[in-house]
């Protein structure tokens, strides 16, 4: 009868626990990944509209981490809301201002944190508005939180069954005290204790100390459907204990008494070896590629914008096997780690997307190399090369590499002839083991590695091998060996022969290297400890810049150019050699304007123009050799007008606001503080211009793995640009490095990728050029409609439609079908009243109409024709390197419009239109659909805007 009564008491207090005043709205505390940025650069991106950055503004000023209004001298008049509407001051200073606009725009973690300020304030109406808003877009606390209105009536009429349907969705999503709330409820108040011994293992899983106290209670007494378990019961009493649950600490003392047995310990040790047998059992080899099947069938349906929650699930699969020892599976799974898909990860930024965790992923390639998968043996492989989260280890590198190319993978035999045959970067390792690089070129089946063998034998004088190897390379569809042969022969490469062949031609070509780079830069890289072999800076054919071209035969994967980080003009750097150290320091202006702890872009373009006009400045050799920045910034106010799109225009100019800005405010209070550092007779605008366009233009990005450091690489950064090119620079803790991505002739200029996947106005106004391809060329289509057409219709579909009625049109002149049926729900609502649903909603023909119509009106008002502007661009317009990036435009946008005009004039249906929308982003032709999610950024980086009035 007592032990009865103990544990009738035990379940009342362990449910009573539960109850203990989790049941309330409560704003969990702001994480690691809540540290935003309170400087210039978030504020103007969020005045341009920029929802992340309007968040990051109103966290910063809810931390009191923003600079008074009257300290920052901020333009308020350029600081525009939604409904266009300025700012005053104290909007300005309103964290709740900055948080309804971001949120408005679908910004997630501004959506949640409007809500939790809507409670605080006493409006609970708006606050479960809020909440319901991220609560369906999968947002864990806004679940949870709904949940709680909904069970105490707070802002909504109370509903038990909506609240633990809100509790339970909140429960998949990992957050324990939604778990122990489903627990509490059906234990207590449903009287339903299996479904309560469910929830507390959901709960307990994710950490929740009670949850792990109360299974304990549960499997000792056998309470819930359990079987009673003694080593259950003291493994989870174990766990309470170990996270400083007393009760917990004391049950398990009984239970260790009651068993009399001094093992008693190693029947827990033994139950979790069962259970992870049982596991193993589970996931045998045999079924790891279903789940890597699985996984990429969650990842493509992820791109197509299908919820994550299947991607998750996936990704658990794949790392239950990888657990189990599958080594496809490790492989995966470290790639899913490194890409930040579906796993927990080291930190979430404030825009909700997961940051890579570098260093468990390296752990997984690790598991996954040491089964002798390949894949993963390449992938360390080139990351001791380079250096990174692993430190550069060259020596490992080879191993991995030889391993790999024993099991006969052309790739890696590829590079370990390419290391071998280079020398420098192999100049300490072992190599007496190895088979020198010309066994492993004619082992690999691979065009360059039959290039690169006609190398060596051009160099040894064995030309007969030689110029057979180049054949096969040719034959192997290996461009340069076609090149190489056609300029030595005057018959096609394929019917070529040894008699047709000019060899002497080709000896020159292969043997011979015109005179290295002699500048004065590239011997002050040298000085420093840097190499530059095989190339060497030439005058730009275009633009009045510079270039890199080849100076003799270059390999693939061949390592060009390696810049000390001594020399590298980035915020650490700046930090330590400049004399602007103290004022980044102290100055809490400079701080807001510059993050030089970050190394942001502003640092390094204050930091530049200083160190331009310093004597004896540490960089004098590179900055001397850097030439005018070609971006449209220096362009007059006729040339930007002639564009005819105000979306680039607006770009340009509002670039050039923020130079104006900087110069307006920090400058001339520098000029004033530091005399002697600043001279505005030398610090002017037009010099300040010159040093911003310069860093943008050219600075590299030199994040590692949640860090962000941005600089310029001296030399380096003279390669330009040529889009769909493999990677070719990376750098470590000690040097920037480059190698060639692919084979190159003599004469021919080297490239880099910049980032393919920039939309063309980033290109255009950055970097000052429009790039040869076309995939981030886009227009805009925006619905707009009368600001009271849709009163009484609740906010939160509002703002929904308003979203769905802004979609970017690519070259194919495609786009989202969502755009269509957003403006028939709103023409519809028009035309008879009611707001159909989104299933109810129709893509006909008569919405289609009121969008070609407005298409061919933009059309009809352009000063010129799209062939117009092509025959300008063929003649004399295009040899003047400013007037034909206006032409580019120009020609860009009205081909996209005169396409998009085409395809809606031939559609009868939607069929067609949904099937070419759906298969312009699974060829993507078009940028990244993610990548344009915000209005904001659709709108300023499009070449053109078509509104549609509806």
């Not at 989202?816 to 049926?821: T, W, Y």
Request: charged share 20%; aromatic share 8%.
């Amino acid at each position: 009868i007592m032990a009865d009564y103990l544990l009738a008491l035990l379940v009342a207090l362990c449910i009573v626990y539960v109850d203990g005043g989790e049941q309330h709205v409560v704003e969990k505390g702001p994480s690691e990944a809540d540290k935003v940025a309170c400087d210039m650069s978030t504020l103007w991106s969020a005045c341009k509209g920029d929802p992340k950055a309007q968040y990051n503004i109103g966290r910063c000023i809810q931390a009191n981490a923003m600079l008074p209004a009257s300290r920052i001298n901020f333009d308020f008049s350029s600081c525009f809301s939604i409904s266009s509407q300025p700012l005053d001051d104290d909007q300005f200073m309103s964290s709740l201002t900055w948080m309804r606009l971001s949120a408005e725009q679908g910004f997630l973690l501004a959506q949640y944190h409007l809500a939790v300020d809507y409670d605080e304030m006493g409006q609970p109406d708006k606050a479960a508005e809020w909440y319901l808003e991220a609560a369906v877009r999968g947002h864990g606390e806004s679940q949870y939180n709904l949940g709680v209105c909904y069970k105490i009536g707070s802002g909504v009429e109370q509903d038990d069954k909506k609240a633990m349907e809100w509790f339970e969705s909140a429960a998949h999503n990992g957050d324990g005290t939604a778990a122990m709330n489903l627990a509490r409820i059906y234990g207590k108040e449903l009287g339903n204790m299996e479904e309560a011994v469910k929830w507390f293992k959901v709960a307990a899983e994710v950490g929740e100390t009670a949850a792990m106290f109360n299974l304990g209670v549960f499997y000792e007494r056998g309470v819930g459907g359990l079987s009673p378990s003694s080593p259950h019961a003291r493994f989870w009493y174990s766990r309470a204990m170990e996270r400083g649950h007393q009760g917990a600490q004391t049950n398990l003392y009984h239970l260790l008494e009651e068993a009399e047995d001094i093992d008693a310990m190693d029947d827990l040790q033994n139950m979790l070896a069962d259970d992870a047998d049982t596991n193993t059992a589970k996931n045998e080899p045999a079924s790891a590629l279903s789940v890597v099947e699985k996984l990429d069938l969650a990842i493509a349906d992820a791109k197509m914008g299908s919820s994550r929650r299947s991607l998750n699930a996936a990704v658990e699969l794949v790392r239950a096997a990888a657990e189990a020892g599958n080594a496809v599976a490790q492989h995966r799974l470290a790639d899913c780690f490194e890409k930040a898909m579906g796993l927990p990860t080291v930190t979430v930024d404030v825009n909700q997307r997961e940051a890579p965790n570098k260093p468990e992923a390296m752990r997984w390639y690790q598991h996954a190399a040491a089964q002798k998968y390949v894949p993963s043996m390449l992938k360390l492989a080139n990351i001791y090369l380079r250096g990174g989260v692993l430190p550069a280890d060259v020596s490992k590198a080879i191993d991995l590499l030889h391993d790999a190319a024993t099991l006969q993978d052309h790739d890696a035999q590829q590079l370990l002839g390419v290391l071998l045959d280079e020398n420098i970067r192999v100049l300490e390792v072992d190599l007496d083991d190895l088979q020198p690089a010309e066994y492993w070129y004619k082992t690999a089946a691979l065009a360059d590695s039959k290039f690169n063998l006609a190398k060596i034998y051009f160099q040894q004088k064995k030309f007969d091998l030689a110029v057979d190897s180049l054949v096969q390379a040719a034959h192997l569809n290996h461009t340069v060996a076609q090149r190489a042969l056609n300029q030595s022969t005057a018959k096609p490469f394929d019917q070529t022969c040894d008699e047709s062949v000019d060899k002497s031609n080709l000896e020159a070509m292969f043997v011979h290297e015109s005179t290295e780079d002699s500048s004065h830069l590239a011997s002050w890289v040298r000085q420093n400890g840097g190499i530059i072999q095989g190339v060497t800076s030439a005058e730009s054919e275009c633009g009045g810049g510079r270039q890199l071209r080849a100076t003799r035969v270059l390999r693939a994967r061949e390592l060009l150019i390696s810049v000390p980080k001594s020399l590298w003009l980035s915020g650490e750097n700046l930090l330590k050699v400049s004399d602007l150290q103290t004022l980044f320091k102290t100055d809490e202006l400079m701080q807001f304007v510059c993050n030089p702890y970050l190394g942001d872009m502003w640092t390094i373009i204050v930091g530049l123009e200083y160190e331009k006009h310093r004597k004896n400045s540490h960089w004098a050799p590179y900055i001397d050799a850097l030439p005018h920045p070609t971006s449209p910034v220096f362009w007059s106010e006729e040339q930007l007008a002639r564009l005819q799109t105000e979306t680039v225009r607006n770009e340009i100019i509002d670039l050039k606001k923020q130079i104006e800005y900087v110069h307006r405010v920090l400058f001339t209070e520098l000029f004033k503080q530091e005399p002697n550092l600043f001279n505005p007779n030398i610090h002017t605008l037009q010099s300040l211009m010159w040093s911003t366009m310069t860093v943008m233009g050219r600075a590299f990005g030199l994040g590692q793995w949640n860090t962000s450091d941005t600089g310029l690489i001296p030399f380096m950064d003279l390669a330009n640009h040529v889009s769909r090119m493999p990677t070719a620079t990376s750098w470590n803790h000690q040097e920037f490095l480059f190698e060639s991505s692919l084979a190159t002739l003599p004469g021919d200029e080297v490239f880099i990728n910049y980032g393919g996947d920039k939309p063309t106005v980033s290109f255009l106004v950055n970097y000052g050029f429009l790039p040869e391809s076309h995939y981030g060329d886009f227009v805009t289509l925006q619905g707009v409609f009368p600001k009271n057409l849709l009163q009484g219709i609740p906010g939160s579909e509002q703002r929904k439609l308003r979203r769905a009625m802004i979609a970017p049109v690519g070259p194919d002149g495609w786009f989202p079908l969502s755009f269509v049926h957003a403006c028939h729900r709103v023409l519809y609502y028009a035309q008879n009243g009611k707001l159909l649903g989104d299933k109810e909603s129709e893509c006909n023909s008569e919405t289609l109409q009121v969008i070609l119509r407005s298409v061919e009106k933009v059309l009809n008002s352009l000063p010129s024709t799209l062939e117009e502007d092509q025959v300008a661009l063929a003649g004399e317009g295009g040899k003047d390197y400013d007037e034909s990036l206006i032409l580019g435009i120009r020609v860009r946008f009205k081909s996209i419009l005169h396409t998009l005009k085409q395809n809606l004039e031939s559609v009868q249906d939607c069929a067609e239109l949904q099937e070419s929308s759906k298969q312009l982003y699974l060829a993507n032709k078009l940028v990244d659909p993610e990548k344009l999610v915000d209005a904001h950024v659709i709108n300023s980086l499009s070449l053109f805007r078509v509104t549609v009035k509806l």
